[in-house]
């Protein structure tokens, strides 16, 4: 795929640079309605080197900023959600994402929840690079959405059947789109062809993200048919829907299963028994802490019922 790709009949794919650390990009997608004006679909990270890419391909599209009809976010990262203040400034467009992760932006607006490192275990030496971790910003400058979504909704696109499928587990108000008529699924960070999703990384949530990414899981498995098209939020647009989401159930389940296995201990003594990628004592900083609540999130999930 080119930096700008147009998929299917009036839908356009634009990579979004990222901040060095990470992905290599994000994907934005351009939507035309019938009325020739665009839906952008999460329009990236907060730099100008992200907006300017994606004003580029509005500009290349024959459109102006005022033709952007609303912007909508899948999930409240800065990666997808960051630049949706200044395009708003720019474009006038309202912003629209799901209640709960309108809730979740309240929730942390005083700051990220402080890792309880006690009941992990953690051993005083490691606390200090943990607590630096935890305190890094995930969540973009946007404080208010201008509508909220809520599961089943059909957004406001004149010609299309754009419907909204409330996919909790990366976040707690993650969603995603179906294109009822032409086929396609808008998956954020839900489902990617290749990357594993992190689970639980939006802020509280009564339930357990795993829990409920299994259940997204099935429900955008459910979508998918000889024709769909499923547009992710990084890498590439791609088929095979349902063996993807197969894969990713069988990727955290493989893992709780692991979990499960270790009963007893703290979750610091959990983890530093289970297998990572590149080894437990190459966990430093922010890949750590990532390790140690994924671990707990699965300790949970395990002990809440018996694994299927
Ligand atoms: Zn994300
Ligand atoms: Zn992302």
């Known amino acids: 795929m080119t930096a700008f790709a147009t998929l299917a009949g009036g839908v356009h794919a634009v990579r979004i640079p990222m901040p060095a650390g990470g992905l290599p990009f994000s994907l934005a997608y351009l ?23 994606l004003m580029g391909a509005v500009d290349a599209l024959g459109r102006r900023p005022a033709d952007v009809a609303a912007i909508v976010l ?6 997808h959600a960051g630049g949706a203040e200044e395009l708003r400034r720019r474009t006038g ?22 890792p309880d490192l006690d009941a992990w275990g953690v051993p005083a030496e490691r606390r200090p690079e943990l607590q630096a971790a935890a305190t890094a910003p995930v969540v973009p400058s946007l404080r208010r959405a201008d509508g909220l979504l809520e599961d089943g ?4 696109v004149p010609g299309r059947r754009l419907r909204v499928l409330h996919t909790p587990g990366h976040t707690p108000g993650s969603v995603c789109l179906h294109d009822e008529d032409a086929g396609l699924v ?3 960070d839900h489902v990617l062809p290749t990357v594993n999703t ?15 990414y299994l259940a997204s899981l099935r429900r955008v498995a459910a979508l998918d048919g000889p024709d769909v098209q499923v547009l992710p939020g990084h890498e590439h ?6 063996d ?56 949970d999930f395990v002990a809440r019922a018996p694994l299927p």
């Open 31 to 53: 939507i035309e309605d019938a009325r020739g004006r665009l839906l952008v679909v999460d329009p990236g990270s907060p730099t100008a080197e992200a907006q300017a890419a």
């Open 74 to 79: 899948t999930h409240l990262h800065a990666d």
């Open 93 to 114: 467009a309202p912003v629209l994402l799901h209640r709960r992760e309108q809730e979740a932006l309240d929730a942390l607006a005083s700051g990220p929840p402080a």
């Open 153 to 156: 909704d059909l957004l406001d």
């Open 186 to 188: 808008l998956s954020g």
């Open 198 to 212: 992190g689970l639980g990384l939006g802020g509280p949530s009564a339930s357990n993200p795993i829990a409920d």
């Open 237 to 242: 647009p791609f088929t095979g829907l349902a």
């Open 244 to 299: 993807r989401c197969a894969v990713l159930a069988e990727h955290h389940l493989r893992r709780a299963r692991e979990v499960a296995a270790h009963p007893g201990g703290t979750v610091w003594e959990v983890a530093a028994s289970l297998t990572w990628t590149g080894g437990w004592d190459a966990l430093r900083g922010f890949t750590l802490l990532s390790a140690l609540s994924q671990t707990a999130l699965h300790r």
